[in-house]
């Protein structure tokens, strides 16, 4: 800083003093990118609540003009198909079908395998768990053709081919969700006084007694941040879906939105509405656990 | 490990732990351990190395072919296309999304409602990548009722040249010039001019061809009229100087020939100044009352031939090309697809809730004291900003880059959902590559594997940097 500033620097910093940011620009440019972020979630809204009809004759923004557009037509229809496939109902169930228990099982294996990595004795645990980080970065469309394949191979050896059910989409996203669960479960951990374990072995827990009475309530706020990741990522999952589910009766949101975008135009009230049901859940769930939600961005720095 | 020790204090050596004592006291920790890695090796190790082993392999992974697959990735039109467009993503979108992620972090530090704009700006992340490039496509839509972006190019393009009443289509070749039959002919900047001078008092008749019938019914054009002399003033008729009945006749009206309504015209005096203007009614006559004597012209405005808005194809297949003097090929290869740019936006609109979570939390870490001790040195907030603050969050700017960098490289369902089925060829990426050749129609193996280890291979970089930050 003492060195002497050139002329171009002076005179950026001569403009740059006259233009001084005070509070009230700051607001009004943060308020503009408000505005601009909120848009397009805006818009989708509007136009699930504007009928069938009036998409393409004038533009969403006309309903500030003519409020009287507005209905709840679009959702009475897609909601009086009940849970008949197909539906959205049918899928917003299939979607809960897969999600909740790739959450619970990711939550549990990874917490399970972390205390192993963290209070475990045997030697090599430093390795096995770098090993699994840099599994984190493997792109899942790495393993999909095998995986494909490996499932009809169970299929021959047991009868039971998890290809094209709900169980084959779950294998698959526990396998992808653990390398980052394990790291998170492992650093918070790595934060637990010994000590504490070492109370439980005295008045004689085993290893399981002591997992899920002492370290499983301490390790609740991560957990927490890893099931709502998990949760979001699953269920905004697209690809894995449609490679093991494509062709089934009982698919998730994100299917059901993408059949219909082939018709864009002619199936835009089902898909805005149908987009507003899918984005309503997360939505809860992100509100409900902003906190979590935020700490486990910010541990999946890496992913 | 000291828990284990003090049951077994007479351990000396690794090597003497081993066997059954060692399983003994390691067992139910290694069990703890099994589910996971047992998951791991099946479904994501031993598939990786499958993959690798198939992209040596034909289509339906049963004959040896060496590199071919490989060759075939480098001669394929549609994954050199994936290539391009990663590069393109690679190179704009990790840049944007941490540069705004800086910003917005920065200034949300000097608001009061800090947390509804960071519950604004963090919010798209948790919606399908489905949902949101569904919101995108109608943003980014060709039609100016539906997309929000095309409606307001329109404004602002209707705000500098309003479209006339008898748009003219320049791209087939046609003119304005071409339109004149009857004492018209073609003036300066698009317009039409009157053949003949006409002074007060005198009527002006302009002959014009091949409107659309379409266009005259719409404008309600009537029977023209002739028009009747005034005192002081100049009247006059354009007409659409064409009967069905009479086609050789250009000189007069014919009773099933049209006026023609709307048309903006002004009187230009002698000197080239226009001195009035007016518009023609539903028969095509017009009138310039209280005209001072001199010799003019009547001039039939461009405007009235402006073509009407064409909103831009964001979702097709117009490109930006940076060097038009180049040769097709390196034009081909420079050239960036419009709707990259609105996928990276949509894209952008996606991911920037994480670049400012992770950079403000950066912000939060740093050091007061050095900043403040930047501005008492009379450092304005631009330098704190540029010297300080920036070095200081290099290490944060860094992982949301990669991160992003990463992310980007397996980017797919934006493009499958945002791109209109026509334009997905030119917006392919390796991932969506991946899909298309190894599971529509049936699954194969070769190609479609020997791209997913290339994808795998272009990570391995960022893979080992976070061994690395992680183990250092």
Do not use: C
Not at chain 1, 149 to 174: A, D, K, S
Request: no cysteine; glycine share 8%.
């Amino acid at each position: 800083m003492s060195q002497v500033p050139s002329v171009r620097e002076r005179r950026t910093v001569g403009l740059l003093k006259r233009l001084r940011l005070s509070r009230a620009v700051v607001n009004v440019i943060l308020g503009l990118v408000a505005v601009f972020w909120l848009v397009p979630t805006i818009s989708l809204l509007v136009i699930s609540l504007r009928p069938e009809s009036l998409f393409g004759e004038s533009g969403w923004w006309t309903v500030f003009t003519a409020p009287s557009q507005l209905t709840w037509g679009n959702y009475t229809t897609i909601f009086s198909q009940g849970f008949a496939a197909g539906g959205v109902l049918d899928s917003l169930t299939t979607s809960l079908e897969i999600t909740i228990p790739v959450t619970i099982l990711v939550a549990l294996i990874s917490s399970l395998a972390a205390y192993s990595l963290v209070f475990g004795s045997w030697r090599g645990r430093d390795w096995i768990f770098l090993v699994i980080v840099g599994l984190m970065v493997v792109p899942l469309q790495v393993a999909l053709i095998p995986v494909v394949q490996l499932y009809r191979e169970m299929g021959n050896l047991f009868g039971l081919n998890p290809y094209g059910t709900i169980p084959g989409v779950i294998i698959f996203h526990v396998a992808f969700g653990l390398p980052f669960g394990i790291f998170l479960m492992r650093n918070f951990l790595t934060g637990i006084p010994k000590d504490l374990l070492e109370a439980g072995r005295i008045e004689g827990a085993g290893e399981w007694k002591i997992f899920y009475s002492i370290v499983l309530p301490l390790a609740l706020p991560a957990i927490a941040s890893l099931a709502i990741f998990q949760f979001i990522w699953v269920w905004n999952d697209l690809l894995v879906a449609l490679v093991f589910l494509g062709g089934n009766v009982h698919t998730p949101l994100t299917i059901f939105l993408y059949d219909q975008t082939r018709s864009l135009a002619a199936n835009y009230w089902i898909v805005s509405t149908g987009a507003v049901v899918s984005i309503f859940v997360p939505l809860i769930v992100f509100f409900s656990f902003q906190r979590y939600f935020v700490r486990g961005v910010l541990a999946g720095a890496v992913k | 490990m000291t828990s284990i020790t003090t049951e077994e204090p007479n351990v000396t050596s690794p090597k003497a732990s081993r066997g059954r004592g060692w399983w003994r006291r390691n067992w139910v920790s290694l069990a703890f351990l099994a589910p996971g890695i047992i998951w791991l090796l099946a479904i994501v190790v031993y598939p990786t190395i499958a993959t690798i082993r198939f992209s040596f392999f034909d289509e339906s992974a049963t004959k040896f072919v060496g590199l071919h697959n490989y060759a075939s990735v480098f001669s394929t039109d549609e994954i050199l296309t994936a290539f391009k467009n990663n590069i393109i993503w690679v190179l704009v979108f990790p840049f944007f999304v941490t540069f705004i992620g800086l910003m917005v972090a920065v200034l949300t530090e000097r608001i009061r409602w800090a947390t509804a704009f960071k519950a604004i700006i963090v919010m798209p992340i948790v919606f399908s990548t489905t949902a949101s490039a569904l919101v995108w496509r109608t943003i980014f839509d060709l039609d100016p009722h539906i997309g929000v972006v095309n409606a307001i190019e329109q404004t602002v393009s209707d705000w500098f040249s309003a479209p006339g009443a008898y748009p003219l289509n320049s791209s087939t070749g046609e003119t304005v010039a071409s339109l004149a039959t009857f004492n018209a002919k073609g003036g300066p900047g698009g317009t039409l001019v009157s053949s003949s001078a006409v002074q007060p008092g005198g009527t002006v008749m302009m002959g014009l061809t091949r409107i659309s019938s379409v266009t005259l019914q719409t404008l309600g054009a009537k029977t023209p009229v002739a028009p009747h002399e005034m005192a002081a003033g100049i009247a006059g008729l354009v007409w659409n100087d064409f009967s069905t009945s009479q086609p050789s006749n250009t000189t007069s009206i014919v009773s099933d020939e049209h006026g023609l309504p709307n048309l903006r015209l002004s009187l230009v005096s002698s000197k080239g100044s226009s001195v009035a203007s007016t518009v023609t009614d539903a028969s095509g006559d017009f009138s310039f009352s209280h005209v001072a004597p001199g010799s003019y012209h009547v001039q039939i405005l461009a405007s009235n031939f402006q073509i009407a808005f064409v909103g831009t194809f964001w979702l097709g297949s117009p490109s930006l090309t940076p060097v038009s003097s180049l040769n097709q090929t390196a034009q081909s290869l420079l050239s960036v697809p419009l709707i990259d740019l609105a996928m990276i936006i949509s894209y952008i609109w996606i991911w920037a809730g994480f670049a400012m979570v992770l950079i403000g939390a950066g912000l939060a870490a740093l050091n007061r004291e050095v900043l403040e001790a930047a501005e008492i040195d009379g450092a304005n907030e631009w330098q704190t900003l540029r010297r300080v603050t920036i070095p200081m969050l290099a290490p944060v700017l860094t992982v949301v880059f990669v991160t992003m960098v990463i992310n980007v490289l397996k980017v797919f369902d934006i493009i499958l959902n945002m791109a209109p089925g026509s334009s997905q060829g030119p917006a392919t990426t390796l991932a969506l590559t991946i899909y298309n050749d190894g599971f529509t129609g049936g699954i194969h193996s070769g190609l479609a594997s020997a791209v997913a280890v290339i994808l795998f291979l272009l990570v391995v970089p960022a893979m080992l940097w976070n061994l690395k930050k992680i183990k250092g």
